[in-house]
């Protein structure tokens, strides 16, 4: 079983970046693919970003397109999400999470589809 640690939110004005970190555990990170969601209060998790285990396939939701970069470092079994320009409406949540797979392509989106789940960070985007 992987555990996860989020890192790297925090409280940042609308227009600009934060770059958040997903550390894994165990040895075999490269055997996942890895997805970031977000929860905002009162709201459904939902989903933001997701990479292929490999690191060469990768998905986002329309609303941070253009915006936000998911990338991965499998020597360091770490997952990265790089946003920018920042909305207030980006505020939540943020978890990271994580899916094995024997498929290099695969990005999975769904909820249900992953397995394991970090605790979260908080992002707060000011206005």
């Known amino acids: 079983q992987v555990q996860l640690v989020e890192s790297g939110g925090g409280l940042v004005q609308a227009g600009g970046s934060l770059r958040l970190s997903c550390a894994a555990s165990?040895?075999?990170?490269?055997?996942?693919?890895v997805g970031w969601f977000r929860q905002a209060p009162g709201k459904e998790r939902e989903f933001v970003v997701a990479?292929?285990?490999?690191?060469?396939?990768?998905d986002s939701a329309d609303s941070v397109k253009g915006r936000f970069t998911i990338s991965r470092d499998n020597a360091k079994n770490t997952v990265f999400l790089q946003m920018n320009s920042l909305k207030p409406e980006d505020t939540a949540v943020y978890y990271c999470?994580?899916?094995?797979?024997?498929?290099?392509?695969?990005?999975?989106?769904?909820?249900?589809?992953?397995?394991?789940w970090g605790q979260g960070t908080q992002v707060t985007v000011s206005s």
């Open positions: 999470a994580v899916r094995a797979t024997s498929l290099n392509s695969y990005v999975p989106t769904k909820l249900a589809d992953f397995s394991s």
């Open positions: 165990g040895r075999t990170f490269s055997s996942y693919a």
């Open positions: 990479i292929s285990r490999n690191g060469g396939n990768t």
